[in-house]
T-cell receptor, first 119, second 114 residues
Framework: GAVVSQHPSRVICKSGTSVKIECRSLDFQATTMFWYRQFPKQSLMLMATSNEGSKATYEQGVEKDKFLINHASLTLSTLTVTSAHPEDSSFYIC???????????????FGAGTRLSVL | KNEVEQSPQNLTAQEGEFITINCSYSVGISALHWLQQHPGGGIVSLFMLSSGKKKHGRLIATINIQEKHSSLHITASHPRDSAVYICAVRWAVGSGGSNYKLTFGKGTLLTVNP
C-alpha cells in the first residue's frame, strides 16, 4: 500500500528556534497534503491543506507565518514551526492523498507523526 | 460542521473477547475511515468505506449511510490490539463538491488484557 514517511519522529528544541518537519510520499504522487496537530487525549485538528505547487490553505486560527508549509513537489511537503515556543509543543501529523482518478484517491495516508517538545 | 461521536471513549477487554466500537456523524459523507493510533502516536489506516462492510483479518468495519453510523469490530481480541481507534469522516464542504474535509472523532482507547 501507499506509504507516507514523516521525519523526524521526535525533536526537542530551545525556545526561539525553528524546526522543520518533512513529509514524503514514497510510492505515489501526493497531490494534496494535510498537516494536523494533536494535543494529548484530543482529536487531530487540521492545520492546513496544501496542493502541490500552490500556497497552503490554513484553517481558521492557524498562524500562517508561524507554521510555514511548502509543497514544492509531488512527493514532499514540509512544515516549519518558526520561532518555536513551549506552547507549540505538540504532536504533528502529516497526511497525503493522491490524484483524482487514482485508485487510492479518496484515502488519506498518514505519516507516523512528529513529537515536538520546545524547552 | 460534522459532529463525529465515538463510543465508548474507553474500553477494557480480556484477550479473546469480541470488541465493538461505534461511530456516528451528523452530516452526509462520501467516505469514512477507521484509523489505529498506537501509544507512540503513529497512525495506521485500517479501513476506508463508503457503504456496506469490509473485513481484514480479525477486523470488520460496517457502515449504515442512512443511519449515519459505523462500527468497528475486532474478533478474538489480543493485547497487541491495544491502541486508540479513531473514526474520521470525509465530507464535502462548500459548493461545487470538489473540496473535502476529514473530521475526526476523539477516539476510543482500547486496552486488551492478557
Amino acid at each position: 500500500g501507499a506509504v507516507v514517511s514523516q521525519h523526524p519522529s521526535r525533536v526537542i528544541c530551545k525556545s526561539g528556534t525553528s524546526v522543520k518537519i518533512e513529509c514524503r510520499s514514497l510510492d505515489f504522487q501526493a497531490t494534496t497534503m494535510f498537516w494536523y496537530r494533536q494535543f494529548p487525549k484530543q482529536s487531530l485538528m487540521l492545520m492546513a491543506t496544501s496542493n502541490e505547487g500552490s500556497k497552503a490553505t490554513y484553517e481558521q486560527g492557524v498562524e500562517k507565518d508561524k507554521f510555514l508549509i511548502n509543497h514544492a513537489s509531488l512527493t514532499l511537503s514540509t512544515l516549519t514551526v518558526t520561532s518555536a515556543h513551549p506552547e507549540d509543543s505538540s504532536f504533528y501529523i502529516c497526511s497525503a492523498s493522491g490524484p483524482t482518478g487514482w485508485q487510492g484517491a479518496r484515502i488519506q495516508y498518514f505519516g507516523a507523526g512528529t513529537r515536538l517538545s520546545v524547552l | 460542521k460534522n459532529e463525529v461521536e465515538q463510543s465508548p471513549q474507553n474500553l477494557t477487554a480480556q484477550e479473546g473477547e469480541f470488541i465493538t466500537i461505534n461511530c456516528s456523524y451528523s452530516v452526509g459523507i462520501s467516505a469514512l475511515h477507521w484509523l489505529q493510533q498506537h501509544p507512540g502516536g503513529g497512525i495506521v489506516s485500517l479501513f476506508m468505506l463508503s457503504s456496506g462492510k469490509k473485513k481484514h483479518g480479525r477486523l470488520i468495519a460496517t457502515i449504515n449511510i442512512q443511519e449515519k453510523h459505523s462500527s468497528l469490530h475486532i474478533t478474538a481480541s489480543h493485547p497487541r490490539d491495544s491502541a486508540v481507534y479513531i473514526c474520521a469522516v470525509r465530507w464535502a464542504v462548500g459548493s461545487g463538491g470538489s473540496n473535502y474535509k476529514l473530521t475526526f472523532g476523539k477516539g476510543t482507547l482500547l486496552t486488551v488484557n492478557p
